[in-house]
C-alpha cells in the first residue's frame, strides 16, 4: 500500500533558528497536505499543495511539492516557541483508491528552546 | 458553529466491553472519517464515508464498525475492546470537494485493560 515517510522524527532547536521536515511517498501524489498539532491537541489543516513544483507560503513557513509529486517539506524560519508541536504531511494517491483517503506520515515532533 | 465534536474526551474499558465513541459535526459536511493516533505512528485512517449510508474501511478497520445514518453524525463502535485498542481517536469532517481540508474533532483517549 501507499506509504508516506517523514523524517526528521524529532527535532531541537534554539528560538531563532531555521527547521525543516521532509516527507517522501512510495507513490505519486495528486496533492499533499501539512497540519499541525500543539501538544494535547488535535492536528489543525495548514495548507495543501497540489502542482508539480508549487512553493508556498505562509508568513515564515514555506511549503514546497517536488517536482515529480513524490515528496514535499515544510521550512519554518527564525522558530519561536509558538511553533511547537508535531507537523505532519498527508498525501493523496494519484491514481486509484478513493479520491478521499489520506495517508498521514508519522509526523516531526518540533521543540524550541527560549 | 461547534465544528467537530467527539464524546466522551476519556474512557477507560475492560477486556472484552463494548462502547461507542461519538462524532458529531454541525458545518454539513459529507465527509467523515475516523483516525486512531498512537505514539510515533501517527494517523491512521480506520473508516470513513463519503454520505450518509455509505461508510468504507481504512488502513485499520479490524475491531471497529460504523455506520452514517445522518449527515451530522459518525459513530464509532468497538464491539469487544482489546488493549491493542488504546490510543487516541480523532474523528475529523471535511467541507470542501476542492482541498479536502480535514477539520478534526478533540480527540477521545481511550484506554483498555
Known amino acids: 500500500g501507499q506509504q508516506v515517510m517523514q523524517i526528521p522524527q524529532y527535532q531541537h532547536v534554539q528560538e531563532g533558528e531555521d527547521f525543516t521536515t521532509y516527507c517522501n511517498s512510495s507513490t505519486t501524489l495528486s496533492n499533499i497536505q501539512w497540519y499541525k498539532q500543539r501538544p494535547g491537541g488535535h492536528p489543525v489543516f495548514l495548507i495543501q499543495?497540489?502542482?508539480?513544483?508549487e512553493v508556498k507560503k505562509q508568513k515564515r513557513l514555506t511549503f514546497q511539492f517536488g517536482e515529480a509529486k513524490k515528496n514535499s517539506s515544510l521550512h519554518i524560519t527564525a522558530t519561536q516557541t509558538t511553533d511547537v508541536g508535531t507537523y505532519f504531511c498527508?498525501?493523496?494517491?494519484?491514481?486509484?483508491?478513493?479520491?478521499?483517503?489520506?495517508?498521514f506520515g508519522k509526523g516531526t515532533l518540533l521543540t524550541v528552546n527560549p | 458553529n461547534a465544528g467537530v465534536t467527539q464524546t466522551p474526551k476519556f474512557q477507560v474499558l475492560k477486556t472484552g466491553q463494548s462502547m461507542t465513541l461519538q462524532c458529531a459535526q454541525d458545518m454539513n459536511h459529507e465527509y467523515m472519517s475516523w483516525y486512531r493516533q498512537d505514539p510515533g505512528m501517527g494517523l491512521r485512517l480506520i473508516h470513513y464515508?463519503?454520505?450518509?449510508?455509505?461508510?468504507d474501511q481504512g488502513e485499520v478497520p479490524n475491531g471497529y464498525n460504523v455506520s452514517r445514518s445522518t449527515t451530522e453524525d459518525f459513530p464509532l463502535r468497538l464491539l469487544s475492546a482489546a488493549p491493542s485498542q488504546t490510543s487516541v481517536y480523532f474523528c475529523a469532517s471535511t467541507r470542501d470537494r476542492v482541498t479536502y481540508e480535514q477539520y478534526f474533532g478533540p480527540g477521545t483517549r481511550l484506554t483498555v485493560t
Open positions: 499543495l497540489v502542482k508539480s513544483g
Open positions: 498527508a498525501g493523496r494517491r494519484e491514481s486509484g483508491g478513493s479520491n478521499y483517503k489520506l495517508t
Open positions: 464515508s463519503v454520505g450518509a449510508g455509505i461508510t
